[in-house]
């Protein structure tokens, strides 16, 4: 994983109380903090007033995106 890395919540994040408002929304690494701390920016999290969306997460809290592709026929 690196800088500019689209991420969502892998199935360990999803279980974790502390993780609930990033449930089901895609966000952005923006920092690395060691080789396994990565900080992220989520989009769609209102209300923030420190550092919006901002926050450290353990690699196996996160997952790469799976973008999907429509499938030409």
Not at 9 to 32: D, P, T
Not at 36 to 62: A, F, H, M, T
Request: hydrophobic share 35%; proline share 4%; net charge positive.
């Amino acid at each position: 994983m690196k800088v500019g890395d689209l991420v969502e919540l892998s199935q360990y994040g999803k279980q974790l109380q502390c993780r609930w408002r990033e449930r089901n929304l895609i966000g952005i690494v923006v920092a690395m903090h060691g080789p396994l701390v990565y900080s992220v920016q989520w989009n769609g999290l209102p209300n923030q007033k420190i550092r919006p969306g901002l926050w450290r997460y353990d690699r196996r809290e996160l997952k790469f995106v799976k973008l999907k592709t429509k499938k030409e026929n």
